[in-house]
């Protein structure tokens, strides 16, 4: 007598592989997505398949758009804040008497450094060293290193007149006795030097900009200098170079017609942010040739 057993094993199929479909990872082994019909019926009507990269970065657009709209509303509840704050009477704007001292202090020692540089100038007592003095005439690149917000009015004035506005601002300035004495009042704020040929061209190059009227214009093509300075003999833009590297007679108006260098922040390390001259390992004063170093870094 036999007796047969029969064993019936069932094996249920996962979710993703029960029939032909595109894999795109495996992710779809786990998790399938709904479609009306399957891939391949797709991929023999023509339609087309979305692949992976794309709706990676469809996600990635997303995320970056839900963060763009948690930072506005975080920006919405700051000015919340703020307006709360105003109809409270809270002000903004409070100074503590520490700082109003040191803004003071620092008013009185930039006027004092005015003071004392005008009654050398009353004196002629500049600088009494041979190599600190200008050559009459010549052209030289002036640098604003520091910026005045606690500085007195006087040498806020003369800074403007320079036309040096804001930290970091570069002119070319023609030496005469005038812009010596100002160069002087201000001289903790500045430095100067004379730039050579290339430095000037690649200076004028890089940052150049030319009046015109109410218009500023980049000096980016020989015809702008044309419609400018073509009634002095300059067409173009070495002759703009030659001009200042020379100092020739048609220099003034080239002078009048350029506009500030607006020149970037150095390299860490450049300026030492001392209060002694360029002769003694500071910063400020008469660079003489080794301007160039510095300017190179600020196109």
Request: proline fraction near 3%.
């Amino acid at each position: 007598f036999v007796v047969f057993f029969f064993f019936f094993f069932f094996f249920q199929a996962e979710d993703g592989i029960r029939d032909f479909c595109l894999s795109r990872g495996l992710g779809d082994v786990y998790k399938r997505q709904v479609s009306t019909q399957s891939t391949w019926e797709a991929l023999m009507e023509g339609a087309e398949v979305i692949h992976e990269p794309v709706l990676k970065r469809a996600k990635k657009r997303k995320y970056l758009a839900s963060r763009a709209e948690d930072s506005k509303q975080r920006s919405r509840v700051a000015i919340r804040k703020e307006k709360q704050k105003a109809e409270l009477g809270i002000d903004k704007s409070y100074v503590s008497p520490e700082e109003l001292v040191k803004n003071y202090r620092e008013k009185q020692k930039s006027y004092a450094i005015y003071r004392r540089a005008k009654h050398k100038i009353a004196n002629k007592k500049l600088e009494g060293n041979k190599n600190e003095q200008l050559p009459e005439g010549a052209v030289i690149f002036v640098v604003r290193i520091k910026h005045g917000q606690q500085s007195a009015t006087q040498i806020n004035k003369i800074l403007n007149k320079l036309r040096l506005y804001q930290q970091y601002m570069g002119v070319f300035i023609k030496v005469t006795e005038s812009t010596t004495a100002m160069l002087h009042e201000v001289i903790p704020y500045v430095t100067y030097g004379i730039l050579s040929r290339d430095m000037i061209s690649a200076l004028i190059h890089k940052k150049g900009h030319m009046r015109k009227e109410a218009q500023v214009l980049p000096i980016s093509n020989n015809q702008v200098v044309e419609d400018l300075l073509g009634t002095q003999g300059i067409i173009c833009i070495e002759d703009i170079v030659h001009s200042l590297a020379s100092a020739d007679k048609s220099v003034d108006k080239v002078l009048g017609c350029l506009c500030p260098f607006k020149l970037s922040k150095p390299k860490e390390g450049a300026l030492k942010k001392n209060r002694q001259p360029f002769g003694k390992g500071g910063d400020w004063g008469n660079r003489r040739c080794e301007i160039n170093e510095l300017v190179k870094q600020m196109i």
